[in-house]
């Protein structure tokens, strides 16, 4: 994990990777209206400060339902803290955030509730040491959604057949590689039976070698349907995977679009020099990158 950021535990990531699913957002009068409109959430004028340092500053976004969703762009842009807004793991200072719609910014909101409905896929995975494979799918679900012993075990062994490691429920998880464990994260989050899935840089920790697996896992949830929200550098899998791409830098959404358009054509000189370092980083020149703020013009197609 990045320095800087603090690492969730396995009691929050068992708590946050419960269900998510999109209802629709809005502004907090019109949920009702936003859930027709099949919004999973809704970001509206967002901002969030450590201190004096501005983080996010004034974001206006939103993911449909069945919708994927891919944020790029440089470390301390914001992509993470963007993300931990979602389900409330960092309070934003201003701004409205409506999950499913609820406005999860509400005061009075029952977060434990909507947090129940959204998977979330930390950089570490989280897991608790001393329980097995199997016994980490099954703790949230016994303890959270009060299932039976014999249903979480049905549950369990179905999302870790999901992703391929039928064959480990017994290992814990210093017994397994470091994709092994990622993968039975995702796998503890879909037996939470969520709607939605928030993926904070699931490959960063990872050895190149391991990334493939836990990217076909996501190509997989992609293509039945699941609403992702998904903070990465893999920029193979943003352009084949991702419905929508959107690059932040600074704090601010700079540019959005399809895959093609802002990965393959972007418009924005910040986009163009980001995806050249990431995309051929041999090729890089030591010099200053466009600065960009609250007043970029943004880029949306």
Same mark, same amino acid.
């Given at each position: 994990?990045?320095?800087?950021?603090?690492?969730?535990?396995?009691?929050?990531?068992?708590?946050?990777?419960?269900?998510?699913?999109?209802?629709?957002?809005?502004?907090?009068?019109?949920?009702?209206?936003?859930?027709?409109?099949?919004?999973? %959430?809704?970001?509206?004028?967002?901002?969030?400060?450590?201190?004096?340092?501005?983080?996010?500053?004034?974001?206006?976004?939103?993911?449909?339902?069945?919708?994927?969703?891919?944020? %790029?762009?440089?470390?301390?842009?914001?992509?993470?803290?963007?993300?931990?807004?979602?389900?409330?793991?960092?309070?934003?200072?201003?701004?409205?955030?409506?999950?499913?719609?609820?406005?999860?910014?509400?005061?009075?909101?029952?977060?434990?509730?909507?947090?129940? $409905?959204?998977?979330?896929?930390?950089?570490?995975?989280?897991?608790?040491?001393?329980?097995?494979?199997?016994?980490?799918?099954?703790?949230?679900?016994?303890?959270?959604?009060?299932?039976?012993?014999?249903?979480?075990?049905?549950?369990?062994?179905?999302?870790?057949?999901?992703?391929?490691?039928?064959?480990?429920?017994?290992?814990?998880?210093?017994?397994?590689?470091?994709?092994?464990?990622?993968?039975?994260? %995702?796998?503890?989050?879909?037996?939470?039976?969520?709607?939605?899935?928030?993926?904070?840089?699931?490959?960063?920790?990872?050895?190149?070698?391991?990334?493939?697996?836990?990217?076909?896992?996501?190509?997989?949830?992609?293509?039945?349907?699941?609403?992702?929200?998904?903070?990465?550098?893999?920029?193979?899998?943003?352009?084949?995977?991702?419905? $929508?791409?959107?690059?932040?830098?600074?704090?601010? %959404?700079?540019?959005?679009?399809?895959?093609?358009?802002?990965?393959?054509?972007?418009?924005?000189?910040?986009?163009?020099?980001?995806?050249?370092?990431?995309?051929?980083?041999?090729?890089?020149?030591?010099?200053?990158?466009?600065?960009?703020?609250?007043?970029?013009?943004?880029?949306?197609?």
């Amino acid at each position: 994990m990045k320095a800087g950021k603090e690492p969730a535990s396995p009691e929050q990531a068992c708590q946050s990777g419960q269900s998510g699913q999109s209802g629709q957002s809005g502004q907090s009068g019109q949920a009702g209206q936003a859930g027709q409109a099949g919004q999973a %959430i809704e970001v509206q004028d967002l901002h969030k400060a450590f201190g004096d340092l501005e983080v996010l500053k004034g974001i206006d976004f939103s993911v449909g339902r069945g919708e994927v969703v891919c944020v %790029i762009g440089p470390s301390g842009s914001g992509k993470s803290t963007l993300l931990r807004c979602v389900n409330l793991l960092e309070e934003p200072t201003s701004g409205t955030v409506t999950v499913a719609g609820t406005e999860v910014t509400d005061p009075d909101v029952d977060i434990d509730r909507v947090r129940r $409905r959204i998977g979330m896929v930390f950089q570490s995975f989280n897991l608790f040491p001393h329980l097995t494979a199997l016994e980490n799918l099954t703790i949230a679900q016994r303890r959270v959604l009060r299932r039976g012993k014999e249903e979480a075990n049905r549950v369990a062994r179905r999302n870790l057949r999901r992703v391929g490691l039928s064959e480990k429920e017994a290992a814990y998880p210093a017994q397994l590689s470091g994709g092994q464990q990622q993968r039975v994260a %995702i796998a503890r989050a879909l037996s939470m039976d969520p709607e939605l899935m928030l993926f904070d840089e699931p490959t960063s920790a990872l050895d190149p070698e391991l990334v493939g697996d836990v990217l076909a896992v996501m190509r997989s949830l992609a293509r039945e349907g699941m609403t992702m929200l998904v903070v990465t550098h893999e920029m193979s899998f943003a352009r084949e995977v991702a419905d $929508r791409v959107v690059f932040m830098d600074g704090g601010v %959404i700079v540019e959005q679009g399809t895959p093609d358009r802002v990965v393959g054509d972007p418009q924005h000189e910040r986009t163009r020099t980001f995806l050249a370092r990431v995309l051929d980083p041999a090729a890089a020149e030591v010099g200053e990158v466009p600065d960009v703020g609250p007043h970029t013009k943004r880029v949306d197609r």
